[in-house]
């Protein structure tokens, strides 16, 4: 008597999970990514030098690739390979801490804004769009300067040259974006059932937010995570590229410093200093942004909705 | 709908002082304008360096220093840059030139274009063109305004004129060096690279807004009464589709290009375009805050006024806004 | 009866889903006579709205279409993109269930019911507007010439409705389908909008193919019902023996599920509806039949007449004869 009556149903994680799989580049872009972060994580063995040393002794500066510079030297005999290496940790660690913390405000400013709305909601709001409205570099540079000029900051926010600096900068900026997006979809799952139901049954504010509304965002959270790492890593080569990036002393690198040493490598014809750098940038920011938007693609809302 | 104009055009005034002075403070804290002023003047009297600081209303005060600043500067009483006390603004008037320029041509072939390749591929999603337009505008996306502007660099400064003999493109500047009065062939040419590297971006961006904003609309529920009228296909598309598509979009577009005069640093440091990016670089570097202040003010004025068009024309295209 | 205006003659709807093939509409024959009201009625799923929009070519590429539809002469099945959309809007109109996304917001109301009418006349853009304004009165909307001008969200869920009636019948279409017209509305509203349908199927003589999942609707105003299960059609009756005599244990259990009063327990119909990816063997229902015996697993049941009715259970005439 029993018929196969129900349409097998897997759970919205799995669900998500098969989606974001069928999206091959985002699959592949995993692989790349973990693999780089292997690479760079084991560091001192994958490495062939420190970063600051010499390949040989002089003539060593401007060499193209070769057995003992994979991928060349720079200016002063340093392998680029082995700097590559350093210079992505430095700034896969920037795009990383910014991005968390400036996730962590932007949910929390978002969440807030979006539950309570009235003029709490239109302030950020109005800050907001306005500040996200100008030009992206002049920001960030006035910004940047103003911020390291404040004395009594320093102690947390450390120099203006250094590593932490840059992180912190990058998440005072960062956190709007996230704000928007989180407040968007709380503004949209606010007028649902399920929280009505939660507030009948006596549910806090805040219980609310917590147990249904930011669950319920994961997916919209975790683009936006994804989105933040990219915008700072590649903010933080756009600042190196004008030397006001993070010098994080005794030769120490970033990718961005990198890239910005890309463009005197053009004219003088050493591609190797301009395309390495370049190579890896690319890759990162398009693996990384495969990875956001097939995340975006399997959490959308709008496909779980039933016909 | 009048009204909400009138409204908005009432708060943009405030507005656009509050920012001044935001910016005003932010670029008093952060470039130090007076160390900057005897930094590049080191004989300079107390007598000019007090000048200095009165006529660019530097006053330890910040509000009253604003307002000195805001006198100066709308009486068109300007104080000249540090750098040997030139003038602002031919400086600036040569600058906004040359970016305006680059800018507008850049927005209208990358807006455009975009547009185009996002309804093109919007008509087929799915399909072999929609994968195709999608990846590359990804990959335009993904590649960092200054790479590609590097590549573009090397390709045609580089390696063409060592194949080929002679500069197809040239890489630097407005006009080659030595180069007098106007010519509007050699500028074109001066302008090539650089407006393709902005247009690149420019083109990715909005493919993609317009492929998922008519990919929405053409999935309403107002296409298949549309449909069901027995109207033509092509009256569908336009007038039902593309008009509700476009909503989204031009404002976006509105806000753009409002942010386009301060947004091309770095394709013009890279091709050594002397417009308000490199304007703004040295100015920033050297701490010059008489430059600096005049071109802040061109850049807010610009963005609020588009944020401005941008909210008018969203109210006037989607009549679900005009709100009180 | 004079010919039928709308003949549709085994029926089959097939979506290409990437889990398989989901047949929809699985052979259905209807007829609907000019000017009479015939209901439809089902659960979701149960292909009723679908068998229509196959009829009027408003399905996805991904549906396949087979079978006969014959509208006023003209067969619809096959028919070429060009034919369908002078068909549409002008024979036959349909409207939608919310009324709200049914209509485009940035467009005014006016223009919305003009473009109806330019499409399929040659009417100068103001006398399509002028008789805009009268259709939106025949729908009972106050202050009509006003009303023309403004948009959809400025109007109550009900009056859209009536405007969206209005712009479905501005050609006199032959057949209105309406897809659960009133699902969206309130009950209050719900009366209204059917006492406007009605009113237009006199003034017009069109046709009307009310689909609903609500039997009380159906009970109001329709004068014969469909009833429809995974894909068929299970019983075909006037309304009174469908409620008073109805032939087929689907319809029976539907009618002992609506709240009485006076009846404290409901009964519901056990089970599910089945998944139409792998439609059951035999009669779709029997899995939830409390009549259902071995011989119902083994063909798909056609309707067949009994008395007035058809029904398609096998059982039929002995259960009438026990009840």
Partial sequence: MTDEILLPTASPRKMAYDRFVSHRAAVVSVFVLAILVLFVALSPLTARYGVNESVQAPPNSFLPPRANAWLGTDDIGRDLYSRLIYGVRVSLVIGLFSAIISVTIGCLVGAVAGFRGGRFDDIIMRVTDLFLAFPFLVTLLVMRNMLGAIGWLRPVIGELSSVRFIIVLFAIFGWMGVARIVRGQVLALKEREFIEAARAVGATRWYIVRKHLLPNSVGPIMVALTFSVVSAIIGESTLAFFGYGPQAGAGATSLGILVGQAKGAVNTGFWWLAVFPCLVLVTIALAINFIGDALRDATDPRMQKDS | MLRYVIRRLAWAVPTLLFVTFLVYIALRIGTNPVESYKRINPRATPAKIQQYIDVNGLDPNYVRGYFRWLFNFVTLDWPRSIKGSREVWPQLKDALANTLRLGSAAVVVGVTFGLLLGVYAALQPGGRRDVSVNTAAFVGISIPPYVSAIILQLVFAVYWSRWFGSTLFPTSGVYPPGQEGFNLGLMAKHMVLPTVVVAIQIIAVYARYMRSSLLDVLSSEYMRTARSKGISERRVLFKHGLRNALIPVVTIAALDVGSIVGGLIITENIFSYPGMGKYFLSAFGEGDFPLLMPWMVIIVTSVLLFNLIADISYAWLDPRIRLD | ?323
Avoid: W
């Fill in chain 3, 1 to 323: 009866m004079s010919n039928p205006i709308l003949q549709v003659r085994d029926l089959r709807v097939t979506f290409h889903t990437p889990n398989g093939p989901l047949v929809a509409v699985r052979g259905t024959d209807m007829d609907v006579h000019p000017g009479e009201m015939v209901g439809v009625v089902g659960e979701s799923g149960s292909g009723k709205s679908v068998s229509f929009l196959a009829a009027m070519g408003l399905l996805p590429k991904t549906a396949t279409v087979a079978g006969s539809v014959v509208l006023d002469g003209h067969q619809l099945v096959g028919a070429s993109a060009k034919e369908l959309r002078s068909i549409r809007g002008r024979l036959m109109s349909m409207i939608f269930q919310d009324p709200l996304s049914a209509l485009n917001p940035v467009h005014r109301i006016g223009a919305q019911i003009a473009e109806m009418l330019r499409a399929h006349s040659k009417m100068s853009e103001r006398a399509a507007r002028s008789r805009a304004v009268e259709l939106l009165e025949i729908v009972g909307i106050p202050q009509p010439g006003d009303r023309a001008l403004q948009y959809p969200h400025e109007f109550s869920g009900g009056m859209r409705q009536r405007v969206v009636i209005a712009m479905a019948i501005a050609n006199s279409p032959k057949v209105l389908i309406a897809d659960e017209p009133t699902t969206a509305l309130d009950v209050t509203v719900q009366a209204q909008i059917l006492e406007v349908i009605q009113r237009v199927q006199s003034q017009f003589g069109t046709a009307v193919v009310l689909i609903t999942h609500d039997l009380g609707v159906v009970a109001r105003v329709c004068e014969r019902v469909n009833v429809m299960y995974a894909g068929r059609i299970v019983e075909r009756a006037s309304v009174n023996d469908i409620f008073e005599a109805p032939t087929h244990p689907y319809t029976r259990g539907l009618l002992a599920s609506l709240p009485q009063a006076g009846v404290e327990r409901l009964v519901p119909i056990a089970g599910f509806p089945p998944n139409m990816l792998r439609p059951p063997a035999g009669c779709a229902f029997r899995a939830r039949c409390s009549h259902a015996i071995a011989t119902c697993a083994e063909s798909v049941p056609e309707l067949t007449v009994i008395g007035k009715s058809e029904s398609a259970c096998i059982r039929a005439t002995e259960l009438m004869k026990t009840s």
